[in-house]
């Protein structure tokens, strides 16, 4: 195992490690090219980018719409078209 010198949390694989430093060190190396903000983890920045983009992968399959974030589905689906609904409608 690899462990962090820091705070000795170990890990299987040293490119895991080197992550993990970042959070040390306040590295960012993930830098948007629309705005000034940046981001230690590759799938932040790939997220944040899709605000930039207006890319919307995740498609609910029962109505259609599209979401950003996978857990914006969920919770769209679990909000929207779930069977046991816990209140009656007015």
């Not at 090219?33 to 899709?50: G, L």
């Not at 930039?52 to 719409?65: D, M």
């Amino acid at each position: 195992p690899y462990a962090c010198e820091l705070c000795g949390k170990a890990y299987s694989h040293q490119g895991t490690l080197q992550q993990h430093r970042r959070l040390h060190t306040g590295e960012r190396p993930y830098k948007c090219p629309f705005c000034v903000k940046a981001y230690t983890w590759s799938s932040d920045y790939r997220k944040h980018i899709r605000t930039h983009t207006g890319e919307k992968p995740y498609r609910c399959a029962e109505c259609g719409k599209a979401f950003v974030r996978s857990s914006d589905l969920h919770k769209h689906q679990r909000n929207m078209h779930r069977n046991d609904k816990p209140f009656p409608c007015p």
